[in-house]
Structure formats: structure tokens, C-alpha cells
């Protein structure tokens, strides 16, 4: 059973940056898709980038909320998937998490505060 493990969440000032992790305990996921999704109280949901596997390219994908402000990487030396979070808002405040699609495996969240 594969674990993903999320890290690197925090309280930042707007305009700050921050810089996720997701990992996997068990069996690597080097050659999976990864997304990375964001909750925020009373709301769904969202979806805020992906990564897609060695087959795809390892293309990324971001949301327009986040275009030109986050990047979504691989760490191929500690098989993590990154999520560089630069020029952070108020509204980016939520639960981060992120999810292997083809297993649908979630992690349990890491808790960012965007806040003066």
C-alpha cells in the first residue's frame, strides 16, 4: 500500500513563497502522475496543477489561479513531486494535498496560511 506524505506547509505573509513536498512511503511513484489539489473551508475541493508520468513527458498543467505563480517539478533524487509557491494570495490559504490518479491515492494535507 502506497502512502503519499505531504510537507513543507506554513503561515507566509502575501507576496511570500513556500514550497511543498509529496513523497511516497512504500513504493515509488518516479514514473506516476501527480496532482496537487487545495481545500479551503466551506469550499470543494480544487484542483491546482499536475505532473504527468515519464510516458507523458513529465509535462505540468496549473489551474488559472496559480498560472505563472506556482511550479510543479519532480525531485527525481528523493522521488517527490515539488510545488514551488511564489507571490502567494489571501485566497491561496487551504489544505493542500496531493493525489496519484491512477491509484487514487491521497495524502492527508498540509495546512497553508496566507496572511498579513
Known amino acids: 500500500q502506497v502512502q503519499l506524505v505531504e510537507s513543507g506547509g506554513g503561515a507566509v505573509q502575501p507576496g511570500g513563497s513556500l514550497r511543498l513536498s509529496c513523497r511516497a512511503s512504500?513504493?515509488?511513484?518516479?514514473?506516476?502522475?501527480i496532482d496537487w489539489y487545495r481545500q479551503s473551508a466551506g469550499t470543494q475541493r480544487e484542483w491546482v496543477a499536475s505532473?504527468?508520468?515519464?510516458?507523458?513527458?513529465?509535462?505540468?498543467r496549473y489551474s488559472n489561479a496559480v498560472l505563472g505563480r506556482f511550479i510543479i517539478s519532480r525531485d527525481i533524487v528523493k522521488d517527490a513531486v515539488i510545488l514551488h509557491m511564489n507571490t502567494l494570495k489571501p485566497e491561496d490559504t487551504a489544505v493542500y494535498y496531493c493525489h496519484e490518479p491512477t491509484r487514487d491515492y491521497w495524502g492527508q494535507g498540509t495546512q497553508v496560511i496566507v496572511s498579513p
Open positions: 505532473i504527468l508520468g515519464f510516458n507523458g513527458g513529465g509535462t505540468p
Open positions: 512504500g513504493s515509488g511513484f518516479a514514473m506516476s502522475a
